[in-house]
């Protein structure tokens, strides 16, 4: 569960400017990629899809918390089964969007952190303004940003990306795979703790 939930973490992220940057690029391989990220012309761009999509489902989450809890379930539905093929029946977004939007946004609901939600979210945002303003390059330099900003951040004294960066074999295999209480006998060594071993 914790892989699927880093994978929701990356897929809310980095989908929709990927979908861009493929787009693009017109040709890609796989196949069955290439089907995916071959949108329809329509006369506002993608960028500008994606951001109305982002929109729509902002206002749909907005609606839905704000709803009495009896009808919340029916709101969600109703405005996904109604705005979605209006949208696209009036070309203002691509099925393709819609779907890599949904995807995203099932992905960020994946993310238990609520803060960390939404931070991937003002981060897909950034992603898809720059993708579509300098295109894989544009993608790339948003990631390389990205990168430097999570490496050079620190919280409470811990580097962000601990313990990728710097890298801790240790850590990395307790953050993949969670180990029985009895067996985590030990402190991370990032913390540089008098010793490293907990008193039992």
Do not use: C
């Not at 990220?37 to 899809?49: G, T």
């Not at 379930?73 to 070309?91: E, W």
């Not at 939404?118 to 300098?134: C, D, Q």
């Not at 295999?173 to 008193?199: N, Q």
């Amino acid at each position: 569960m914790r892989v699927v939930s880093l994978l929701g973490a990356l897929i809310s992220v980095f989908s929709p400017a990927f979908f861009i940057v493929a787009a693009q690029l017109g040709n890609v391989e796989p196949r069955w990629l290439a089907r995916l990220v071959d949108p329809a012309p329509l006369p506002l761009p993608l960028a500008v899809q994606f951001l109305l999509a982002q929109l729509a489902v902002d206002l749909f989450e907005r609606a839905v918390i704000n709803t009495p809890t009896a009808l919340a379930t029916a709101t969600g539905i109703v405005a996904g089964l109604v705005f979605g093929p209006f949208a696209v029946s009036m070309n203002l977004v691509s099925p393709e969007v819609l779907v890599f939007m949904g995807s995203a946004m099932v992905a960020q609901f994946a993310t238990s952190s609520h803060e960390l939600s939404t931070a991937n979210r003002f981060v897909r945002f950034i992603l898809i303004i720059v993708t579509s303003l300098g295109g894989w390059i544009g993608f790339i330099l948003g990631i390389i940003g990205l990168i430097v900003l999570l490496a050079t951040t620190k919280s409470f004294g811990v580097p962000y990306l601990w313990p990728f960066l710097p890298f801790d074999w240790e850590g990395i295999k307790g953050v993949l795979i969670r180990a029985p209480l009895y067996r985590k006998d030990g402190r991370p060594s990032i913390f540089k703790t008098k010793t490293l071993i907990r008193r039992g």
